[in-house]
């Protein structure tokens, strides 16, 4: 069993599933371009990193399954007034958070995610 729970990733009106088992991996390729800590720091300054939360998205969405490259996630942060930004911090946060650390607010703590059904 995993400690992990489903990830959904909504890009251009296109659902992506990670299934639990698959989050870790998800999780390593974010890494390769920013960190829990770093995105942290930088969301409390304000000062969110564009093109690496470009990158580090896109090899999210590309793990999920989506064919797409940094450029247009980059270019689809701008689309609608920023709103992509927040999308992709809250599903990078929501990622690399397990939730069995976020408490009784589960999914709905995390937007991102999806609660489990008890057995």
Not at 5 to 26: M, S, T
Not at 62 to 78: N, Q, S
Request: proline residues 6%; charged residues 25%; hydrophobic residues 50%.
């Amino acid at each position: 069993m995993s400690v992990f729970a489903e990830v959904k990733l909504n890009w251009e009106g296109r659902e992506y599933v990670i299934p639990p088992d698959r989050v870790l991996g998800a999780i390593a390729s974010v890494e390769e371009f920013i960190t829990l800590n770093e995105l942290a720091q930088k969301m409390r300054k304000n000062a969110p990193p564009l093109a690496t939360l470009a990158k580090a998205y896109a090899a999210l969405l590309r793990y999920a399954g989506a064919k797409i490259d940094d450029d247009a996630v980059y270019a689809g942060m701008f689309v609608a007034g920023g709103g992509e930004v927040v999308t992709a911090v809250a599903a990078l946060l929501g990622l690399m958070i397990p939730p069995s650390l976020l408490g009784a607010g589960g999914a709905e703590a995390n937007p991102t995610r999806k609660r489990r059904r008890a057995k």
